[in-house]
């Protein structure tokens, strides 16, 4: 069984910075995707950033030069940094990641439960 657990998520004024986290852990063998996601209230989720194994990464064009993802593989965690934030950051970030397990030589998604950030103007 793999779980996902994130933390870091909070309250911030507008210009103000967080930083979330997720480990992954489980009978991983190996994990392709890591990334987040993100839900505001009435809207449908949406990518924010992925990194693959060997560390390359997109970013949703609303978030480009002020989040930052990485990871650490010898941890299964995966950060997002996020700087200069906005209201409109505001949204529930759920942690993804595509992973092999120690059972099956596929890859499967996984989801963590989800950290509320709010950005107050």
């Known amino acids: 069984q793999v779980h996902l657990v994130e933390s870091g998520g909070g309250l911030v004024q507008a210009g103000g910075s967080l930083r979330l986290s997720c480990a992954a852990s489980?009978?991983?063998?190996?994990?392709?995707?890591m990334g987040w996601y993100r839900q505001a209230p009435g809207k449908q989720r949406e990518l924010v950033a992925t990194?693959?194994?060997?560390?390359?990464?997109k970013y949703l064009d609303s978030v480009k030069g002020r989040f930052t993802i990485s990871r650490d593989n010898a941890k299964n965690t995966v950060y997002l940094q996020m700087n200069s934030l906005k209201p409109e950051d505001t949204a529930v970030y759920y942690c993804?990641?595509?992973?092999?397990?120690?059972?099956?030589?596929?890859?499967?998604?996984?989801w963590g439960q989800g950290t509320q950030v709010t950005v107050s103007s």
């Open positions: 990194i693959t194994s060997s560390r390359r990464t």
């Open positions: 489980g009978s991983i063998f190996s994990i392709n995707v």
């Open positions: 993804n990641a595509v992973l092999a397990t120690m059972r099956s030589p596929y890859d499967y998604e996984y």
